[in-house]
């Protein structure tokens, strides 16, 4: 049995990177949920339906077109991205000047179809998918299979390009400002729909990009996003809705926190987010990162 | 001229609906979500409140009753009545935290603490885990009314509901309740007005919780039964998605939400997973066509027609 | 219980509803499959055992004592109250005589009760709790497949004998999960066996690898896996990422189904020891139904609940040709008469408790070079006959069995 205080430092490190790792997870699918929120005022329900269909998407490129993992990486979030578009063109552009409330609804009813029909067509047992990089390294505390340290590689990369695209950059700098006054940005002849309409499609892709990297480790079932997406939020609110940099840092923090949970109270590890996020709203409404309004 | 003959027809057609070939553990069901939604809806129809956790006060309310039934023997009216307490409390605890924010903020407060119930429920001795309170007893009703036959039942909870139901629409059009609705309309002028805007929000959270914590207390009893399913989240959405149907502000709304989407549940149950599709698709649908909901949406059609003719 | 027994008949007759008299009540006998359509368990049993119900019915000639045997199905999404409110529909409204499968431990306690007070047959294969036959027995319910008693009792001690004498429990923290370890973790101890520790995941976890961890550090031999479905699956697939397995520690899965396994890939869960009482490739005759049951259901398969529900149905049909009626009393005690005999089932008795005694087998799961087509993924370790695989009756909790 384990002690409570009793847990060796080499252990805790253990736990610590393995928290980092799931953090990698909730980092990126809450990038997705801030940008789209962050642009779009839009509480998008059916993230956790995306990162389930990238997850799908990776399975179905294997099985039916034998295109292995590292192509799925590429092709998987561009597909789920231009059905985000999709969705985006026939369904959210005409919420826009309405309460974010309907934006809320209509992804959840949304993400009720994608899930529903999913389940329909594969069962719920789920497939399997193999790990492309099998192995891994013995770092003396713990073992580290090669397939997570990807994991957390990648997503850091993707975070921070993503980042850096939307606070350095000109493009970046046209979305922040379409954000605030898009008549304005209209009238400096950008097309501001088109640039929404993509916004959506990237924070979608993300969604799918996350889904790709979670099919060896995880089930690709259909159920894998509506088990994740409500800690998704619960980061997204805690980082501050809309703030990129929050919501990635809250990510990674919060993956620690839960990873330690796991430790010393495992019943209360679903639970502590919540905690966490009931005590911020409380302390400072807005987010760790978020601005008052 | 509707509410003079369309009420009492109403409640004539509610009297005899189990005799006319309705199910009465059906109707009770859905009596029971449509208490539950009328609660509901008094938060985000009145007070432009949307709270994303209210599963916590209807199913909390549903471990109360049923343990108190079923372990310490209490009557059952004391039992559903202290479903409703329970309710109450629970609603000035979280209603004091969450009442300071708006929003999706107010939705997202509310959603946390829910979840943090839901944690409760699942840990705690009393309420079985996943198997739930099952079997809990239908001991006649103050003593008198055997309340184990479903047709008697049935009227127990109907009187129940339109207690309730009367309890909401006096409400809504006291002077409380005309405040309510100032206060969702314009805020900061309410405020200006003098009102005590936080102690009107948090009369009205108290208000909707404890008549959600009676629909779970009722709930309890019919089916003998509390359970996990009464505290997820995935309960706060479909209270939310019967309210939307029915129609968002309108009284008579989330009752016909609540019906739509029982017998939706019930009679669809031979096609499975659709089901699940089938309600996506109509929330879909609404957001985009039918913000107002039915009832919300047969008021405005129905105004247009009246209008002219009274020219 | 005799008292509101009497009760439940008498308001029945008074409602028109059953009448003790008639053979066939109806004019139809009617057996409703309820279970998971669509959720976690929606492959082990679903669409499958409503088929396996159907084939029973036609195999006994599409209907008894003259009268129609129809078959329904309803989808209680694994909750308590879904299912109690379809069980009351189809009991009260629709005329249902029976109800099979229903998995998932609490919904099952929930329709145990309510066929209880209003006197219908429960043929129960799809769960897992041995309170259907303890506390929450009831004269005419019947559990027909497996328990949780089988599964620990099986696993737990056959490894311990093949020298797997420390354990490290990872547990599903709900009620079944907590059952399950605690079962297994006194086969354990009866065998002298040791548990080295346990840590509980809440339901529904994605990730495995933080608990995982833990049970590597215990050192234990075997990494006993107390939860179900989609949990189970998950911390398989990921033990085999973190070379548990190849570091020599044993991963024993208590609730393992075959299209688990199916689902898993025969690399990750190679090497797994379960426990079930079906397999589909142990004889000629359940090759034979087999191949029947796949060319029906999309070359999926059958696990022991499918196999179960089809004995179950025909056991039941058996009875009612045999007493002449279809009253619930009358068939449950003709049912405890007649030994058990199908395909999957050699001379089974029916226990005062409900209890199905049948063999249970210790299986495990082929290396991927060993399997020689689809399907093929268990060979037998060994056959845990019926009186070692089930609680001993003189331990029952069941009042049924202290009144006798």
Redesign the interface.
């Known amino acids: 049995?384990?002690e409570l205080l009793g847990v060796p430092p080499q252990?805790l490190f253990?736990?610590l990177l393995?928290?980092l790792?799931?953090g990698a997870f909730y980092a990126m699918l809450s990038l997705g949920l801030a940008v789209i929120f962050g642009m779009l005022n839009v509480i998008n329900f059916t993230h956790g339906a995306q990162y389930m269909m990238g997850a799908f998407c990776a399975w179905m490129l294997l099985k039916f077109l034998g295109l292995n993992y590292w192509f799925a990486l590429i092709l998987a979030p561009i597909i789920i991205g231009a059905f985000g578009i999709l969705l985006e063109r026939l369904f959210l552009r005409r919420l826009y000047n309405l309460d974010h409330l309907y934006g809320l609804l209509l992804t959840f009813g949304l993400s009720l179809i994608i899930e529903?029909v999913f389940?329909?067509q594969f069962?719920?047992?789920?497939?399997?998918y193999?790990?492309p990089l099998p192995?891994?390294q013995n770092l003396g505390f713990?073992?580290l299979?090669y397939?997570?340290a990807w994991v957390v590689v990648a997503s850091l990369l993707v975070c921070l390009a993503t980042w850096f695209v939307i606070e350095r950059t000109r493009l970046g700098a046209y979305l922040r400002a379409a954000t605030e006054n898009p008549t304005l940005v209209q009238a400096f002849g950008i097309n501001v729909p088109r640039m929404i309409m993509l916004t959506y499609g990237f924070g979608v892709g993300l969604a799918g990009l996350a889904g790709v990297l979670a099919a060896p480790?995880?089930?690709v079932?259909p159920?894998?996003g509506s088990?994740?997406i409500i800690i998704v939020f619960a980061v997204v609110v805690i980082g501050g809705m809309g703030s990129i940099l929050g919501s990635v840092i809250t990510g990674f923090a919060l993956g620690v926190v839960e990873?330690l949970t796991?430790?010393f109270y495992?019943?209360a590890?679903?639970?502590v987010i919540f905690v966490i996020m009931a005590i911020v709203l409380l302390v400072r409404p807005a987010g760790l990162f978020g601005q008052t309004r | 001229m509707i509410r003079k003959i369309g009420i009492p027809l109403l409640l004539a057609l509610a009297l005899i609906a189990p005799w006319v070939g309705f199910?009465p553990?059906?109707l009770m069901?859905a009596l029971c979500f449509a208490l539950f939604a009328c609660a509901f809806n008094l938060l985000i129809g009145y007070v432009g409140l949307l709270s994303f956790g209210h599963a916590m006060f209807f199913g909390g309310a549903a471990y109360a009753t049923a343990h108190m039934v079923k372990v310490w023997g209490v009557p059952t009216e004391i039992g559903i009545l202290g479903g409703a307490a329970v309710g109450a409390v629970m609603g000035l605890i979280v209603g004091s935290v969450a009442i300071r924010r708006q929003g999706i903020y107010f939705a997202m407060v509310t959603l946390a603490l829910a979840q943090m119930v839901f944690f409760f429920a699942?840990?705690a001795k009393f309420t079985?885990?996943?198997?739930?309170i099952?079997?809990v007893p239908r001991r006649p009703l103050f003593g008198l009314i055997d309340i184990?036959?479903?047709i008697n039942l049935y009227y127990v909870v109907l009187a129940i509901f339109l207690a309730a139901f009367l309890l909401i629409y006096r409400t809504i059009h006291s002077p409380f309740g005309q405040v309510l609705k100032a206060i969702r309309e314009n805020e900061a002028r309410a405020i200006s007005l003098g009102y005590k805007v936080d102690q009107y929000k948090l009369m009205a959270f108290v208000l909707s919780a404890a008549l959600s914590g009676l629909a779970g207390g009722t709930?309890s009893i019919v089916?003998?039964?509390a359970?996990l399913?009464?505290v997820q989240w995935q309960m706060s959405g479909e209270v939310v998605l019967m309210t939307l149907v029915g129609g968002i502000g309108t009284i008579f709304g989330p009752v016909v939400g609540a019906f739509v989407i029982v017998t939706m549940?019930?009679y669809l149950?031979?096609i499975?997973?659709w089901?699940?599709v089938v309600q996506g698709i109509i929330f879909v649908v609404i957001v985009l066509a039918f913000r107002r909901g039915i009832v919300g949406e047969i008021a405005a059609y129905w105004a247009r027609f009246a209008r002219p003719a009274r020219h | 219980m005799k008292k509101t027994l009497a009760?439940a008949t008498g308001?029945a007759a008074a409602l028109g509803l059953g009448q003790a008299a008639a053979q066939v009540s109806d004019d139809v006998v009617k057996i409703g499959v309820l279970n998971d359509?669509?959720?976690?368990?929606?492959?082990?049993t679903g669409q499958g055992s409503v088929l396996a119900a159907r084939m029973a019915a036609e195999d006994f000639g599409g209907s008894v004592l003259g009268k129609k045997i129809e078959i329904?199905?309803?989808?209680h999404q694994n909750?308590?109250?879904?299912g109690?409110?379809?069980a009351?529909?189809w009991l009260?409204?629709d005329k249902v005589d029976a109800i099979a499968d229903v998995p998932t431990?609490?919904v099952a306690?929930?329709i145990q009760?309510i066929t209880k007070t209003k006197n219908r047959v429960f043929l129960i294969s799809g769960a897992a709790s041995s309170d259907l036959t303890g506390k929450a027995c009831s004269p005419t319910g019947f559990h027909w497949t497996y328990d949780t008693y089988m599964l620990a009792n099986g696993t737990g001690g056959a490894l311990v004998k093949a020298g797997g004498d420390s354990w490290f429990f990872l547990t599903s923290?709900?009620?079944?999960g907590?059952a399950l370890e605690r079962d297994t973790g006194a086969a354990v101890t009866a065998a002298k066996g040791k548990v080295?520790?346990q840590?509980?995941?809440?339901?529904?976890?994605?990730?495995f690898?933080?608990?995982l961890?833990?049970a590597?550090?215990s050192k234990a031999k075997i990494i006993g896996l107390a939860n179900a479905?989609?949990d189970t699956?998950?911390s398989i697939?990921?033990a085999a990422?973190?070379?548990i397995v190849a570091?020599g520690q044993r991963l024993a899965g208590l609730l393992v189904f075959i299209?688990?396994v199916?689902?898993?890939?025969l690399?990750?869960a190679q090497g797994l020891v379960v426990t079930e009482s079906f397999y589909w490739d142990l004889n000629d005759e359940t090759r034979a139904w087999s191949k029947n049951f796949m060319a029906k259901h999309g070359g999926k398969a059958p696990t022991m609940v499918h196999a179960g529900v089809y004995s179950a149905v025909k056991h039941y049909l058996t009875a009612i040709k045999e007493a002449g009626t279809d009253e619930a009393g009358k068939v449950a005690e003709k049912m405890r008469q007649m030994p058990v005999n199908d395909f999957m089932t050699k001379n089974g008795q029916i226990r005062q408790d409900g209890r199905v005694m049948r063999d249970a087998y210790l299986l495990q799961v082929k290396k991927p070079e060993e399997s020689k087509g689809p399907w093929d993924y268990y060979k037998v370790l060994s056959t845990i006959p019926a009186k070692d695989a089930f609680r001993p009756i003189e331990q029952s909790e069941c009042p049924l069995v202290k009144k006798s």
């Open positions: 049995m384990f252990a253990g736990q393995l928290g790792i799931n529903g389940r329909n069962g719920s047992t789920g497939q399997p193999d790990n192995g891994g713990m073992f299979p397939y997570r480790i995880y089930q079932s159920l894998m088990n994740l990873g796991k430790v495992p019943e590890s679903s639970t | 199910y553990v059906f069901k699942l840990q079985g885990g996943e198997d739930g099952q079997a184990s036959s479903d709930k089916f003998q039964l359970s399913t009464d549940q019930n149950a031979q499975g997973e089901v699940l | 009760l308001l359509q669509s959720g976690l368990y929606a492959d082990i329904v199905f309803g989808d909750k308590p109250d879904v109690s409110n379809i009351r529909q009260d409204v431990s609490s306690l929930a009760e923290d709900y009620a079944f907590h080295v520790g840590v509980r995941h809440p339901l529904n976890t994605s990730d690898s933080s608990f961890l833990q590597q550090a479905g989609g699956i998950n697939k990921q990422e973190f070379g570091g299209t688990d199916h689902s898993l890939g690399k990750t």
